[in-house]
């Protein structure tokens, strides 16, 4: 609660490790209480779907979103994560490491609000593997460029959508 209040925090990220369901549900309660959004990375891996339904269903109210679209390098994850978050009013899809003909599905079927940029440039974890975060930043952008959607797509993608689900003011 300090960091809601002293930080102004909007969002709580969750690793793959952590987001089986009976580690979640105190989480959700309590991002539920607080209108906080959680934000899930779930390792590209499918036996951790069923967790993601099963937190969804129990808290509908509880904004989710899912990092690299639930795959961000395997395609039919990417998939399977719009077909949940077209059953889930409450999932949203950050398309970062996303494939182009992933992202135009789920903008096609869930919106371009429910949509969300993202690239790990500032992730020094990972070390990327280009020399400037920049290039990395525009490799993510290509993404988007190259999936086939309008500009306005374009741009709610890149900043409306963030904004719209963190409750943020431009």
């Known amino acids: 609660e300090r960091y ?5 925090w909007r969002s709580i990220k969750m690793s793959h490790q952590h987001a089986a369901a009976h580690f979640m549900y105190p989480l959700m309660e309590f991002s539920e209480r607080y209108g906080i959004v959680v934000v899930v990375y779930y390792g590209h891996n499918i036996p951790n779907n069923p967790y993601i339904v099963d937190i969804a269903n129990s808290f509908p109210e509880v904004k989710l979103g899912i990092l690299h679209m639930g795959g961000g390098t395997c395609f039919d994850l990417e998939l399977f994560s719009t077909k949940m978050a077209v059953k889930n009013n409450n999932i949203y899809l ?9 992202i135009k599905q789920a903008v096609k079927a869930i919106g371009s609000e429910k ?56």
């Open 115 to 170: 949509v969300i940029y993202g690239s790990e440039s500032s992730n020094g974890g990972h070390r990327s593997r280009f020399e400037k975060a920049g290039n990395y930043i525009e490799l993510m952008l290509d993404s988007i460029r190259f999936a086939g959607i309008t500009k306005v797509q374009k741009d709610e993608v890149v900043g409306d959508s963030v904004e719209n689900l963190l409750g943020i003011d431009a």
């Open 4 to 8: 809601l209040k002293d930080y102004g």
């Open 94 to 102: 950050e398309m970062c490491y996303s494939n182009p003909v992933a």
